[in-house]
Each structure stands twice: as structure tokens, then as C-alpha cells.
């Protein structure tokens, strides 16, 4: 299935690598992989994913580098490309001001973690091997890795200045893998914005993974947001686990791509834990998204409340498999999935599938799924005021998607999001789409 990324393009691959724990850690990486059960549509999980999206031919591994922080502030941002240089597009600044951190703080590469942080490293990259079921690319993403970013905050540690994290991808018929991992010690607190884009020419296949091991007491707000070419395809792997009282707070903005999917697997492991997911995806020409969520209640006194919306003109397509799992033993767990979609015109595509596995007799569980189309006399009404069909879907989609705002509780997170949106729908009032 990964033909032709086999142990021997492996060892090609990681011969630039020198670190005695990566090494072995890349190795194991591949023989998961190879050892997983596939996906296919026989699967309740991908029945309607379009694999043959996903072709691997032709492609070879791509390593990226990071070129370290633009911004004035030390250990911030770090810009991985595989460019010779690369600067943070001013619409993707964050207004972070000039603050330091009360935390001892670890936020830099893999290789660079492997030297300072050995032992939490080793320990980090074998965790979710043993605590999340086997995904086939995330062992891919592992095993041909292109860079990795590690951050780690101490126990109590309180970081003042959000970190942030800029990809830039392009060129042909490359296959880019990239990590992140994420710790927060016990009453640990973070802000994380991993923004991952592609030139417009990019082609090719992206893989990457982003786990979070969140301790008791701790707390992570995280936004993620993928803007892809055309004709990149894309697979994204978020693994979170979460201990007592801990709290996640994600945020998601998904755009373009020739398959875009996202997977987010929450575990709760710990009473008291919480998270909150805002999702939005954004299509207005041949996007194919795959949303996969999973909300995985394995004690009780937890609560997940995750809402996913979208737009779809043109001819895209989205496919929503959302479960909420209670265990027999998570009593007074308290569970809510959404998914809404508003189709701006004919030829788009939906599924919405969302589901509960409930074990427990005393839980308050939730889930469902709406999808609307634009009626004639809406758009009527706007083009009677002469506004052109691009921007008036443009402010349809606006209106929707604002609701994931709403719910976004970090003023960090909430102003890069509607920053990184508003520039998103920007361009369909230059187009008649």
C-alpha cells in the first residue's frame, strides 16, 4: 500500500539522522505501519473515503529544515520549509507582545530535544505506541519523518508567549512527513498555533501528527490550520490524552487540498479532564475533506463537547464520521458532537455520520447533524443589492462559520482564528465562484 516507502528507502532516508533514540523509534515507526490493518470502505470509520486519492507512486521523501523564529522573540516560532528561507506571512503574526515566560520550557526540534530532553523524549515517542489504537499513516508519518517539533512545559509552568509553529511545503511529486508532540507537566499552561500551508504549485502527499499528553491540572489551547494547494493531498493524525482535570481547547480551520483529512482521537484518562473542539472546513472548488473524530470517555466525570461546521461550494465534498465511546465504568460523563454544513450551491457533496457507543447507565450524551442549502431568495436578495455571487457567498460563509468563534474561550486563539478566516474568505469576492 505505501510501495515504494519500504525499510530500504528507509535507511536512505535516515542516514542524515545521528540520534540513538530517533533512529530506533523511525525503525519501529515503519513496522507499525506495515503492520496495521488498512483502511478501507469496508470500515464504518472510512466508508466514504475516495483512497484512490491517495497514491503513493512516483514519490519520494522530502527532509525539511527549520530556520528558528522571525519575530524578536527567543524559542517562538519555528519555521520549517522546504525553502531556502522562509518568512511568517504578515497575516499569520500573532499579536504576542514582548513577554516572558514564568516555565521552564522546551520548544525546538526533535533532534534538538533527543540531546536536551532524552529521557522525556524516549518516554513521549513510545506513549501513544501503547495507549491509542494503531494508524496506519501517523506510524508512516513517524517512520519517514521530515521534521519534528517538540514542546515541553514544566510542572506549574505558565508560558506568558504562545509558541507557534509555520510549514511551508511545495514542489512535485514529494512526500512531506511532519510531527509534533506536545507534554504539559502537572498545572502546566500553554498556547500553541501550527499554522501549515503549501505553495500553490505543491503536489504530492502530506503526512503529519500532532500528539498531546496533557498531565493532572494542566492546560493546552491549540490552534491548527491547514491551507493546501490543489492538488496536495493530506492526512493529519491529532492523538490527545488527557489525566485528571486536565483541559484541551482546539480549534481547527481546514481549506483546499485534493484529499484533506484530519483525524482527531481524544482519550480521557483521567477524572475531571475536559475538551472543547471547534472545527470549521472551508470548500469552494474540488476539496474532498475526511473528518474523523473520536471521543473515547474511559472514566467518568469527563466532559468533551466538539462541533464541526462547514461550507461547500463549488464541487466539494465532506465526510463526517464522528463517535463518542462511554466505557462501562465512565459514569456521569457528559458527551456532545455536532456536525453542521451549509451548501452554497448545486454539485457539492455530504455525508455526516455521527454515532454513540454508550456503556454507562448514568451519562448525558448528544450528537447530530444539519445541513442546509442557500435558498433562492437569500441569494436573490444580496444580488439585488449588488453584490456579486462570489461575495455574497463569501458573507454566507462568514455568518456561518462564526459560530466556531463563539465558542473559542482564549483571546489568542480566537483572534488568530478569525484572523487566519477572514483571509481565507477574502478571496471569493475576487472571484465568481
Given at each position: 500500500m505505501?510501495a515504494p516507502?519500504?525499510a530500504e528507502?528507509?535507511a536512505t532516508s535516515?542516514?542524515q539522522a545521528?540520534s ?8 519501529g515507526s515503519l ?13 464504518e470509520d472510512?466508508k466514504?473515503?475516495?483512497f484512490?486519492?491517495?497514491?503513493f507512486s512516483g514519490l519520494?521523501?522530502e527532509?525539511?529544515?527549520i530556520f528558528g523564529?522571525?519575530n524578536?522573540?527567543s524559542?517562538?516560532?519555528?519555521t520549517i520549509?522546504s525553502?531556502?528561507s ?5 497575516r499569520l503574526t500573532?499579536?504576542t507582545?514582548?513577554?516572558?515566560d514564568n516555565?521552564n520550557v522546551f520548544?525546538?526540534?526533535f533532534e ?5 530532553l532524552p ?17 496506519r499513516?501517523?506510524?508512516l508519518?513517524?517512520a519517514f519523518?521530515?521534521?519534528?517539533v517538540y514542546l515541553?512545559?514544566?510542572?506549574n509552568?505558565?508560558l ?15 512526500m ?5 508532540m506536545v507534554v504539559l ?5 500553554a ?8 505553495t500553490v504549485?505543491a ?8 500528539d498531546?499528553?496533557?498531565?493532572p491540572?494542566?492546560?493546552l489551547s ?7 494547494s490543489?492538488?496536495l493531498?493530506s ?9 485528571k482535570?486536565?483541559e ?5 480551520v481546514?481549506s483546499?487540498?485534493k484529499?484533506n483529512?484530519?483525524?482527531i ?5 483521567g477524572e475531571g479532564?475536559k475538551a472543547t473542539v471547534?472545527?470549521?472546513?472551508v470548500?469552494?472548488n474540488?476539496?474532498?475533506f475526511n473528518l474523523?473524530?473520536?471521543q473515547?470517555?474511559?472514566?467518568g466525570?469527563?466532559?468533551?463537547d466538539?462541533?464541526?461546521?462547514g461550507?461547500l461550494a463549488g464541487?466539494s465534498?465532506s465526510?463526517y ?7 462501562p465504568d465512565?459514569q456521569?460523563?457528559?458527551?456532545y458532537?455536532?456536525?453542521?454544513n451549509?451548501v452554497l ?13 454508550i ?10 447533524s444539519?445541513?442546509a442549502?442557500?435558498?433562492d431568495?437569500e441569494?436573490f436578495y444580496?444580488?439585488?443589492r449588488g453584490?456579486?455571487k462570489?461575495?455574497?457567498k463569501m ?16 483571546l489568542t486563539?480566537?483572534q488568530?482564528?478569525e ?7 477574502s478571496n471569493?469576492?475576487?472571484h465568481d465562484?
Amino acid at each position: 500500500m505505501f510501495a515504494p516507502f519500504n525499510a530500504e528507502a528507509l535507511a536512505t532516508s535516515i542516514r542524515q539522522a545521528n540520534s540513538d533514540i530517533l533512529t530506533p523509534w523511525r525503525k519501529g515507526s515503519l513496522a507499525r505501519a506495515l503492520a496495521a490493518p488498512a483502511p478501507t470502505n469496508k470500515d464504518e470509520d472510512f466508508k466514504y473515503v475516495n483512497f484512490r486519492l491517495l497514491d503513493f507512486s512516483g514519490l519520494s521523501p522530502e527532509h525539511l529544515r527549520i530556520f528558528g523564529n522571525d519575530n524578536g522573540i527567543s524559542a517562538t516560532l519555528q519555521t520549517i520549509t522546504s525553502e531556502n528561507s522562509a518568512k511568517l506571512p504578515e497575516r499569520l503574526t500573532l499579536s504576542t507582545g514582548d513577554t516572558r515566560d514564568n516555565a521552564n520550557v522546551f520548544f525546538g526540534s526533535f533532534e534538538n530535544a533527543a540531546v536536551m530532553l532524552p529521557e522525556e523524549l524516549a518516554a513521549s515517542l513510545d506513549f501513544f505506541n501503547s495507549h491509542f489504537p494503531p494508524r496506519r499513516y501517523a506510524h508512516l508519518a513517524h517512520a519517514f519523518l521530515s521534521q519534528g517539533v517538540y514542546l515541553h512545559v514544566c510542572r506549574n509552568g505558565s508560558l506568558e508567549t504562545p509558541r507557534q509553529i509555520f510549514t511551508l511545503t511545495g514542489g512535485n511529486e514529494r512526500m512531506t512527513s511532519l510531527a509534533g508532540m506536545v507534554v504539559l507537566e502537572d498545572n502546566a499552561r500553554a498556547e500553541l498555533v501550527w499554522d501549515a500551508l503549501a505553495t500553490v504549485d505543491a503536489r504530492g502527499f502530506q503526512n503529519g501528527t500532532l500528539d498531546i499528553v496533557l498531565k493532572p491540572g494542566s492546560k493546552l489551547s491549540l490552534l491548527l490550520n491547514q491551507e493546501y494547494s490543489e492538488q496536495l493531498s493530506s492526512v493529519m493524525t491529532l492523538r490527545a490524552y488527557l489525566e485528571k482535570d486536565s483541559e484541551l481547547e482546539l480549534v481547527t480551520v481546514n481549506s483546499g487540498g485534493k484529499l484533506n483529512q484530519m483525524e482527531i482521537d481524544l482519550r480521557f484518562a483521567g477524572e475531571g479532564s475536559k475538551a472543547t473542539v471547534s472545527g470549521v472546513y472551508v470548500g469552494h472548488n474540488a476539496e474532498n475533506f475526511n473528518l474523523l473524530t473520536y471521543q473515547d470517555h474511559r472514566v467518568g466525570h469527563c466532559k468533551s463537547d466538539l462541533l464541526y461546521v462547514g461550507t461547500l461550494a463549488g464541487t466539494s465534498k465532506s465526510n463526517y464520521l464522528g463517535k463518542i465511546t462511554i466505557a462501562p465504568d465512565a459514569q456521569r460523563s457528559d458527551a456532545y458532537q455536532k456536525n453542521r454544513n451549509l451548501v452554497l450551491n448545486e454539485g457539492v457533496s455530504v455525508n455526516s455520520s455521527p454515532k454513540l457507543e454508550i456503556g454507562a447507565n448514568d451519562v448525558r450524551c448528544s450528537h447530530g447533524s444539519t445541513t442546509a442549502r442557500v435558498s433562492d431568495l437569500e441569494m436573490f436578495y444580496l444580488r439585488s443589492r449588488g453584490i456579486d455571487k462570489g461575495t455574497v457567498k463569501m458573507l454566507l460563509a462568514d455568518g456561518f462559520l462564526r459560530q466556531a468563534a463563539e465558542r473559542v474561550q482564549s483571546l489568542t486563539l480566537k483572534q488568530a482564528y478569525e484572523q487566519r478566516l477572514n483571509a481565507l474568505l477574502s478571496n471569493w469576492g475576487k472571484h465568481d465562484l
